[in-house]
């Protein structure tokens, strides 16, 4: 089983920044695509960027030159950089990855972090 920790979320003024981190533990073969999700009070959990192994990333459209996210994978830790923070992205802000659990099994496991908050008041 994997487990998901994250780190760094916090109050900032807009126009701040804020890095979180989410490192991956426990028993896994390798870890795929990690991403970080948000999602705002009455409004559904919706993508904020994701990278692959190989470093392709894909960014929602809002935080597309604001936002950067990385991984190490000697860590197994992603990062989101969060620059020139808006109100807006005030979230819950939620780390995933896809993970295998050994080299014989092909299939793909998801996990959640317990999530981390985001406040950026104006």
């Known amino acids: 089983q994997v487990q998901l920790v994250e780190s760094g979320g916090g109050l900032v003024q807009a126009g701040g920044s804020l890095r979180l981190s989410c490192a991956a533990s426990?028993?896994?073969?390798?870890?795929?695509?990690m991403g970080w999700y948000r999602q705002a009070p009455g409004k559904q959990r919706e993508l904020v960027a994701t990278?692959?192994?190989?470093?392709?990333?894909v960014y929602a459209d809002s935080v597309k030159d604001r936002f950067t996210i990385s991984r190490d994978n000697a860590k197994n830790t992603v990062y989101l950089q969060m620059n020139s923070l808006k109100p807006e992205d005030t979230a819950v802000y939620y780390c995933?990855?896809?993970?295998?659990?050994?080299?014989?099994?092909?299939?793909?496991?998801?996990?959640w972090g317990q999530g981390t908050q985001v406040t950026v008041s104006s």
């Open positions: 426990g028993r896994f073969f390798s870890l795929g695509v």
């Open positions: 990278i692959t192994r190989g470093d392709n990333t």
């Open positions: 995933n990855t896809l993970w295998r659990s050994s080299s014989i099994l092909i299939n793909w496991n998801d996990v």
